[in-house]
């Protein structure tokens, strides 16, 4: 029996999979953003990046927070603070649906990351699925989890450096990896590249064309609906729309200016990003 998980449907159903980037240790969070979002015409969220890498959650956090995800339909997906084996280890343990690892330079580190995710003979992952299959509610945590661990949770790596991106299109011919995620901003900083600028841009799409003609996905971080909106067009295959701390903040800040003013702000622009 398969996984069947939410982001290997979306990506197989739909031409571009959405997610959000969840940075808060609260599974009522999670909950919260996943049901408004099922009311939303065209259909919900399907993922959700849970960030241990910059965000304020740790490998505590993630039983719970991967486990609401998964109940409310969506793929929790845990951005690991470094590829480091013991640290895939224990999202996988936890239940994530994916694994995102920052900063892949070369072959040799996207190789590594594929290893550390799978069990022997095809990797090097330890055996111990206690309560992974928690967040695989149809799964029989007796047989499915193991055999469908093998192909179907996701392997995702971040180019987002200057040897990252030289060496993009050997990175995207490696088994095993399933999807690119570009981080804009530790792109332009790493690189030396002005954010949004022609140079930047199209080392974005070069990203993009190497995962696509390797046969593989790419993701991209956004900061809100519009720049999503660019991203969708250009072809990308898993677009993350905002962040709850994006969200939160700019949403109370318009809700208090119309109170004082008697105006609306507009929707207001999100700071920071990935």
């Known amino acids: 029996?398969?996984?069947?998980?939410?982001?290997?449907?979306?990506?197989?159903?739909?031409?571009?999979?959405?997610?959000?980037?969840?940075?808060?240790?609260?599974s009522?969070?999670?909950?919260?953003?996943?049901?408004?979002?099922?009311?939303?015409?065209?259909?919900?969220?399907?993922?959700?990046?849970?960030?241990?890498?910059?965000?304020?959650?740790?490998?505590?956090?993630?039983?719970?927070?991967?486990?609401?995800?998964?109940?409310?339909?969506?793929s929790p997906i845990v951005r690991v603070p470094w590829g480091e084996e013991w640290l895939i280890k224990r999202a996988l343990d936890a239940g994530a649906h994916g694994i995102v690892t920052p900063m892949c330079h070369s072959p040799a580190d996207a190789?590594?990351?594929?290893?550390?995710?799978?069990?022997?003979?095809?990797?090097s992952r330890g055996y111990g699925p206690?309560?992974?299959?928690?967040?695989f509610p149809a799964a029989d945590p007796n047989s499915d989890y193991v055999a469908g661990a093998q192909n179907e949770l996701m392997v995702i790596v971040q180019i987002e450096?200057?040897?990252g991106l030289e060496s993009v299109?050997?990175?995207?011919?490696?088994?095993?990896?399933?999807?690119?995620?570009?981080?804009?901003?530790?792109?332009?900083?790493?690189?030396?590249?002005q954010r949004a600028g022609q140079e930047h841009e199209a080392a974005i799409q070069r990203i993009l064309n190497a995962a696509h003609a390797a046969g593989k996905k790419c993701a991209i971080f956004c900061t809100d609906g519009s720049d999503a909106r660019t991203r969708v067009v250009q072809g990308f295959d898993m677009v993350s729309v905002n962040t709850d701390v994006g969200v939160l903040g700019s949403a109370m800040s318009k809700e208090l200016i119309t109170a004082r003013d008697g105006v609306s702000s507009g929707s207001g622009k999100t700071s920071g990003g990935y």
């Open 169 to 193: 299109e050997e990175i995207a011919r490696v088994d095993g990896i399933d999807a690119l995620l570009i981080g804009p901003f530790d792109l332009a900083l790493q690189t030396g590249l």
């Open 28 to 74: 009522a969070l999670t909950r919260t953003v996943l049901r408004s979002s099922a009311a939303v015409s065209g259909g919900a969220f399907t993922w959700v990046v849970v960030d241990a890498e910059h965000g304020l959650i740790v490998d505590k956090d993630y039983y719970e927070l991967t486990t609401a995800a998964a109940s409310e339909g969506a």
């Open 111 to 123: 190789a590594k990351i594929v290893q550390y995710c799978k069990y022997p003979p095809l990797g």
């Open 130 to 135: 206690m309560f992974s299959p928690h967040s």
């Open 1 to 26: 029996m398969s996984l069947n998980t939410a982001i290997r449907r979306s990506l197989r159903d739909s031409a571009t999979s959405f997610g959000f980037w969840q940075t808060l240790p609260s």
């Open 161 to 163: 450096s200057r040897p």
